[in-house]
């Protein structure tokens, strides 16, 4: 199976900062790809896939970038409602695997 | 508007049996593949199966081959996991999600049920 690995695990951050959290898989997946955003007690929901086209409805503040191995989220200026739990997730085999998760909390 | 709506889950003894339901509307469940994911308390996501449009094709996580078995019914707009032989290690959130695909650029899970607990404990 490939390993996702997610960097930091956790990370403090104030409204309007540049935020980038990183991805490595364990083996090459292309652009495969995909970030979810989780807030408390709901159900994750798809943000940025292959791996740099935004979600419908999505806001632009989101970006995604990488191929290969490493990848990176990037929140180019956090808002109160971005404070949550993101994932990454790769669609190159089966079975897909996540990574293990960003929490990011406010300062 | 689209939803996906699980039910089914609840308190099962270790190596007990339980049935989860998902049904979707607002939009044509047929064209899509149906994955079950889980979350563990306070844990990560793992994805656990998924099904093809008309259910020919399914695909496990090693850890539950031989105790879950995914089924849909495109009829009733309707996924299932069987789940047997349960472990406290099922332990979780189970959501149901949906994709265009088994892989590739087609495997984003672009929507998902609330999610239904599930609990394996004597």
């Known amino acids: 199976d490939i390993q996702m690995t997610q960097s930091p695990s956790s990370l403090s951050a104030s409204v309007g900062d540049r935020v980038t959290i990183t991805c490595r898989a364990s083996q090459r997946i292309r652009d495969y790809l995909n970030w979810y955003q989780q807030k408390p007690g709901k159900a994750p929901q798809l943000l940025i896939f292959?791996?740099?086209s935004l979600q419908s409805g999505v806001p632009s503040r989101f970006s995604g970038s990488g191929f290969g191995t490493d990848f990176t989220l990037t929140i180019s200026s956090l808002q109160p409602e971005d404070f949550a739990t993101y994932y990454c997730?790769?669609?190159?085999?089966?079975?897909?695997?996540f990574g293990q998760g960003t929490r990011l909390e406010m300062k | 508007e689209e939803q996906l709506v699980e039910s089914g889950g609840g308190l099962v003894q270790p190596g007990g049996s339980l049935r989860l339901s998902c049904v979707g509307s607002g939009f044509n469940f047929v064209g899509f593949w149906m994955n079950w994911v889980r979350q563990a308390p306070g844990k990560g996501l793992e994805w656990v199966a998924n099904?093809?449009?008309?259910?020919?094709?399914?695909y496990y996580v090693d850890s539950v081959k031989g105790r879950f078995t995914i089924s849909r019914d495109n009829a009733r707009s309707s996924l299932f996991l069987q789940m047997n032989s349960l472990r406290a290690e099922d332990t979780a959130v189970y959501y149901c999600?949906?994709?265009?695909?088994?892989?590739?650029?087609?495997?984003?899970?672009?929507?998902w049920g609330q999610g239904t607990l599930v609990t394996v404990s004597s």
């Open positions: 997730q790769q669609s190159y085999s089966t079975p897909p695997t």
């Open positions: 099904i093809k449009q008309d259910g020919s094709d399914k």
């Open positions: 999600a949906r994709s265009l695909a088994r892989t590739a650029y087609g495997l984003r899970l672009d929507s």
């Open positions: 292959a791996p740099s």
